[in-house]
């Protein structure tokens, strides 16, 4: 099953790279990786999906939460949240039929076309990973060149009284 | 997250360097220097080269404070610093330069990291405009170490160096200690700053635990004046958190069967009643059947590691787990636990006894009789023995013997295998920081170095270097700083003439094909110790171990004796791989 770890850590020289060797070391996948400062310019996020039972998944948050300069490691998959991918599709779809085809797909999924050229479209779709699975699949007979996806980012879905509370001050992107 | 994690992050945005009092500009070399002097550093164990060299030209200037040990190869450096880190309780200091120096101590860092031993190793690099130019000794001994260290560091800026060394000792030394490295380009020791050692710590996610939750200890308590099979099971973490007091109080209110891991022996004295010896793979048949049959294992300061447990399906089936760990990612990693504590050792046993009633003692008596009278039938039906002879001086005859002429109080360091094992069975630790040997990572060649850092710690005291013919020779070398430094380290190499362990496993797992265990040249111990001008002695029969061994260890100096023992003899009991620890083999 996979599992989002939102992980909070300073923001400083190699911690990427000390988090990313932890997971390989001691045989964890990573699926997707996505990193960028928070509010708090000193303070990284890095949203990671990986795959495991519960169990397994416990293991791996608790060896990266207590990593030195790791703040807070949170395995969304056990909140409320929304999660977002995207992707660049690249569509070989000449004016006439396909495009027409590959255009009513966009209006569906409420994606979005970022360019056009004579004999394709390059469309920039976000979901949650099964919908941009989805999109794709459809998308493929038509005629794919190129897809690119970034990795998933996960905001947890919390009221204002939430975010007040210590055990998700996490949320607050480093605190205000 | 907690409060304090909470706060720490809002400082943490504020935070800004603070323009610091104009003072006194030093280099940074000197920076180093003066930031050790503030940690109390009295000894460095080192090895100079060329990207150290400014460290090296300002170490002369603190001679009167910090005393440098020059060793001879930067694997032993590190080693030293363990024993003395082990032996001491203090924070080891190894200092190496770049590319192969660093490299070279990259053994030493990984033998740390897996036995929670608390080091500052200090490596050179290139200086900062060379770094990814493959330059002369480069190497990223930062990315190398990263998964072998607690925490690592490449400093960038001399402005940082004091702040970063003071956090790389905090670090270091609390929560579960570790190795910590810190990277230093040659430039930056040369370069031009004020130091300034007062900034506090600041390391916002960085907790380390120090009571147990309350609700959880409760529990614990509430589980074990219920259990009626129960097990105290302990190991490093009790010595780690100096808790050797509090664990025999804890022991004797509840009349506990108590057994340690090999990096647990001396936390509880081996001869008290309540001892069960050690468990595990070549533990005792009475401490591995008492905790395969019993129903509430209370585990501190352990880490369930495959050679206690052997297969994890078939251990302690009926049992009920306590765990008492300050390092919550070793809580429920290999055993599910009903009862997990994340705090130190120390701390969380002192809150066990105030929750104690007075009438304690006199209940688990009564209500334990049954599981003490079985505990004693399996120690009678498979006692700790062997077959001794005149004719060849068995290892365990001479651990005995070791043990009788330094009444158990000697500090004895070892490294990897046979000896190890006959050593932790036979010596009987009596005390905490007794034992130095390499349990985790297992490295040949830790012994005599650790056992020479730990003689430095404390020259008065006995201590040996226990070890075999095959890994003494992948150290020996450090002979010479022995001599140089006037230790007054004894040696004693169990000679069989073989790497016995490996050998003990293709005679019993390979049946007996033995392919490469048989070094069929060794030098002359005794002429290799007088080569570097000290006392060697030999015994090759039963009758000459009592004098040599008299003889060697109160003689002044540093003394190597050579025991030849029986070259097949195997370790018993021995459970093997993969088994579970009932199923010992009891030789």
Known sequence: ?176 | MSVAVKENLRSLKRRARAPQAATELMRGARILCESLVCEGVDTVFGYPGGAVLHIYDELTNFKDRITHVLCRHEQGAVHMAEGYAKATGKVGVALVTSGPGATNAVTGIANAFMDSTPLVVITGQVPRHMIGSDAFQEADIVGITRPCTKYNYLVRNVNDLAGIIKEAFHIAASGRPGPVLIDIPKDVTAEMAAFDYSDDVFLPGYEPGTKGDIDQVELAVEKILKARRPILYVGGGIIHSNAFDEVLEFAERLSLPVTPTLMGLGCFPSGHKLSLGMLGMHGTYWANMAISESDLIIAIGVRFDDRVTGALNKFAVHAEVIHVDIDSSSIDKNRRVQVPITGDAKSVVNQMLDLLPADACAASDDRLAEWWKQIEEWKEYSPLTYKNSDQVIKPQYLVEELRRLTNGDAIIATDVGQHQMWLAQYYGFSGPRQSLTSGGLGTMGFGFPAALGAQMAFPDRQVIAFVGDGGFQMTAQELATAVQYQANVKIIVMNNNFLGMVRQWQEIFYSGNYSHVNMQWVPDFVKLAEAYGVLGLRATRPDQLESVLRRGLSAVGVVLMEILVDEEENVYPMVPAGAGLKEMVLG
Request: net charge neutral.
């Open chain 1, 1 to 176: 099953m996979k599992h989002t770890l939102s992980i909070m850590v300073e923001n400083r020289f190699g911690e990427l790279s000390r988090i990313v060797g932890l997971f390989s070391a001691r045989g964890y996948n990573i699926e997707s990786l996505t990193v960028a400062e928070t509010l708090n310019p000193t303070v990284s996020r890095i949203t990671l999906v990986t795959s495991g039972d519960d169990q397994t998944v416990e293991k791996i948050r608790k060896q990266v939460e207590k990593q030195v300069r790791v703040l807070n490691v949170l395995n969304m998959t056990g909140f409320k949240h929304i999660q977002r991918e995207m992707a660049l599709i690249n569509v070989k779809a000449e004016a006439g039929a396909a495009r027409q085809e590959a255009l009513s797909l966009v209006n569906i999924f409420r994606a979005k076309v970022v360019d056009v050229s004579n004999d394709g479209i390059i469309i920039e779709a976000t979901g949650d990973w099964s919908k941009v699975s989805a999109l794709i699949e459809l998308l493929r007979p038509i005629g794919i060149r190129e897809i690119v996806r970034t990795g998933a980012v996960a905001i947890g879905r919390l009221s204002e009284e939430q975010y007040s509370d210590d055990s998700i001050q996490y949320a607050a992107g480093g605190g205000q």
